[in-house]
């Protein structure tokens, strides 16, 4: 029986068993090892991602708004959509950085044009049945509906970059579901809809805003910050120019909240961070480490 | 010391088999053989586990009629027990109760209502928790309300007191830079224990070929993912090495598609779920067993394959550095490099047959033993029986010191527990109570179980 206390369970030793080491207690213990603190600009600049998406649900809504008062004119809408679609593509074929080549390219431009050309033909034979869609429900539900759905897209949407030079990454399951909400919010309202070309410029338009802007928004992640501040004011200033002459108040609470997700966020994360208190030690579940 | 009453209370006790159960059992049975009364109160086992029974040597197992919502643990809903536990430890004259694991709601329940008899707390926690998820974060804040009540803790290892003092709260901190912790006194650690005659090593077998024994339930938390990465590479360079895999898990189509994939059907044999009985044999087929749990607060089942003569391979993880010395068993950081080369240097070590299974057995046999389990844990009643008692207003304030949220929401169960005391106490008066009475001599009774234990070793 040695004197000498060890950290061995299999050995008598001559210590009480509540016997500590002074000063030894809990050494192992580490504070805050994987922390690396937030600034300010960069999560404004983060931030912005979500002020995108949230601005193209409300020039959505607007836009609907006004179709349904018809002031807006079907056909503009579809020129409108046709006209973001080709900006946009240019913009994604320009963004390109998995650095395929040309032949690859090529393949890839043909397919993007041959679904786009189905997806419009489907959409225009499924605009009669989406019209009469949610005919026997009030539009109270439409609306509550609608809300809840553009909720859930707006708190499920992937707003994470693209990491430079990878090939694309597989949407996550979070980010479908998303696409999903904000499809079915489309096509819910668009039943509200009195004509059939309505219906169509409605839903060819959710597409844009939702299905393909996100992809897109992804990889404007990689430009340079002045390039999506560009971006991010010209979508907010258009969502609160087409929302002010429809509602003031709801223009007045949109600011507000705009204003609340990309600047009093981020100063709250930054202000929490005081609070933060990680715990490491031998107890921790390992992660194992396997060469793939 | 003299004899006492102790009331083991877990949800965790047979007839559901693991680690806690047998440890309770085995406490409990060392405990009586020390002169002691012991009962054990865990909840029922419909349709045929219910009410009383009466299990070797002379333990008396009280099954509570709660259900259990998920692994065998019950709802904790902080009253419901209360009327039970009062009258079971009245009719009993308890004097202490001892609750085990952290998950056990109705061992919590226990120490929270026995202070209103008068009853001392011991708690023991098995377990290892980390702080980072959200069943941690929860059954933490559950844990640290109730051991603001208890008299002393045991825990199974160095480790796992460390872990155990900072998830409860049962430390002091220092203004110095940096911090020092100091743990509460009455923080105690008592490992587990085997029973080695269980364990014997079979006769050496010839050293041709080397068998790996891996025996555990397969699933992420035990590094299943380590050996699927490992197991190839240790068949490829050491082609007189055979894997012997018993257990039943999530992960056993890793294992399998593995096995597929690299040819080994003929050198890795997979033995599907092992019963507790038959541990023993099949460790002793092997003579090397290998661990990659990620996590392990004791690791009871590395001990008894060291028993059962194994050089033991193992990952560097929670208390298992601390369960045997060091020429017994090789250390691997869980990475699969790593792994491989502890393996590599634990065949080296085998066959050059500087193992020698027969005096590992009677090394073990010296370092844990379940009487001196008993006798430590005897020790810890004592000082529990003998610290000054907690009055409510001082329980009142160190429930208020658990948070701004907690700490009122937890003051208001306690208030409301008294208050459900003095009701039973009006409704169901001690005095109209059929007490326990012992009609047998506690001396003829010790004698007869140590005479059953002589006939279990030989």
């Known amino acids: 029986m040695s004197k000498e206390w060890e950290k061995v369970l299999w050995k008598k030793q001559a210590q009480p068993d509540n016997y500590v080491v002074p000063g030894s207690f809990l050494r192992s213990l580490r504070r805050n090892a994987n922390f690396r603190p937030y600034t300010y600009w960069p999560l404004v600049l983060l931030s912005c991602t979500i002020t995108q998406h949230l601005a193209t649900i409300f020039i959505f809504v607007s836009v609907f708004v006004r179709l349904k008062q018809q002031s807006l004119h079907p056909p503009t809408l579809i020129w409108v959509s046709i006209a973001c679609f080709s900006t946009g593509y240019l913009f994604w074929e320009l963004l390109d950085t998995t650095g395929a080549n040309g032949e690859h390219r090529r393949a890839s431009r043909i397919k993007t044009v041959k679904s786009s050309i189905l997806i419009f033909l489907a959409l225009m034979s499924l605009s009669p049945v989406l019209k009469t869609l949610t005919a026997a429900t009030s539009s109270d539900s439409i609306w509550a509906l609608s809300a809840v759905l553009f909720g859930v897209s707006a708190l499920l949407a992937d707003y994470s970059a693209i990491s430079r030079g990878s090939p694309e990454v597989h949407e996550r399951l979070t980010s479908v579901l998303s696409i999903n909400a904000a499809i079915s919010a489309s096509v819910v309202l668009a039943s509200r809809l009195a004509d059939d070309l309505a219906v169509f410029a409605l839903v060819l338009f959710s597409v844009q805003a939702f299905a393909l802007f996100p992809r897109l928004r992804r990889r404007l992640g990689l430009c340079h910050p002045a390039i999506r501040l560009a971006v991010t004011i010209a979508l907010f200033s258009l969502s609160v120019v087409t929302t002010w002459s429809l509602s003031l108040t709801v223009t007045r609470i949109y600011s507000a909240v705009q204003l609340g997700v990309t600047f009093v966020a981020p100063a709250f994360l930054v202000w929490a961070q005081n609070f933060k208190n990680e715990i490491r030690g031998p107890w921790d579940v390992a992660v194992p480490k396997v060469n793939l | 010391m003299n004899p006492i009453s102790i009331a083991m209370i877990t949800d965790f006790f047979h007839p559901a088999v693991g680690g806690v159960e047998n440890h309770v059992y085995m406490l409990s049975a060392n405990l009586i053989r020390r002169g002691h009364k012991v009962i054990v109160i865990t909840h029922s086992h419909p349709p045929d586990r219910v009410g009383i029974r009466w299990l070797v040597p002379s333990l008396k197992v009280y099954y509570i009629p709660f259900v259990p919502i998920a692994s065998s643990a019950t709802l904790p809903d902080f009253f419901t027990f209360l009327p039970y536990l009062r009258t079971i430890l009245i009719r009993e004259h308890i004097h202490l109760i001892h609750a085990h694991a952290s998950l056990s709601a109705l061992g919590h329940e226990g120490i929270l209502h026995s202070h209103l008899l008068g009853v001392r707390s011991v708690f023991t926690d098995h377990s290892l928790f980390g702080f980072d998820d959200a069943a941690s974060i929860l059954t933490n804040k559950l844990m640290i309300g109730t051991l603001k009540h208890v008299d002393a803790v045991i825990c199974v290892s160095h480790t796992g ?278 009609h047998w001599n506690q001396d003829t009774f010790v004698e007869v179980g140590r005479r059953l234990l002589g006939d279990v070793r030989r």
């Open chain 2, 161 to 438: 007191r460390e872990n155990t003092a900072l998830r409860g709260g049962l430390y002091d901190i220092t203004e110095s830079d940096p911090p020092d912790f100091r743990v509460h006194e009455n923080v105690y650690v008592i490992p587990n224990a085997l029973i080695p005659e269980r364990f014997k090593p079979s006769p050496p077998k010839s050293s041709e070929t080397i068998t790996i024994v891996f025996l555990s339930r397969l699933v992420y938390r035990k590094g299943i993912d380590l050996l699927v990465a490992a197991a190839p590479r240790i068949c490829h360079k050491f082609p007189n090495v055979r894997f012997i895999i018993g257990g039943a898990g999530p992960k056993l189509i890793d294992i399998l598609q593995m096995r597929e994939k690299h040819l080994l059907q003929d050198r890795i044999k997979l033995l599907g779920p092992v019963r507790h009985t038959d541990v023993c044999s099949v460790l002793t087929q092997g003579s090397i067993y290998m661990s990659t749990a990620l996590t392990e607060s004791f690791g009871i089942a590395i001990l008894e394959a060291a028993c059962a003569g194994l050089y033991v391979v193992s990952t560097r993880v929670g208390g298992v550095p601390e369960i045997l010395p060091k020429d017994m068993i090789s250390f691997a950081n869980p990475d699969e490099d790593d792994v491989c080369r502890a393996i590599g240097e634990a065949i080296r070590i085998v066959s050059e047959g500087k193992h020698d299974p027969i005096l590992a057995h009677e090394r073990i046999k010296t370092f844990y033993d379940w009487e001196q389990v008993a006798e430590r844990t005897e020790a810890v009643y004592d000082a529990a029986l003998k610290a000054p008692a907690i009055d409510l207003w001082e329980r009142m304030q160190r429930t208020m010191s658990l948070g701004v949220f907690a700490g009122p929401i937890y003051t208001i169960m306690l208030i409301v527990d008294c208050l459900f005391f003095l009701f039973l106490e009006w409704w169901m008066p001690r005095e109209d109570m059929h007490f326990v009475r012992a």
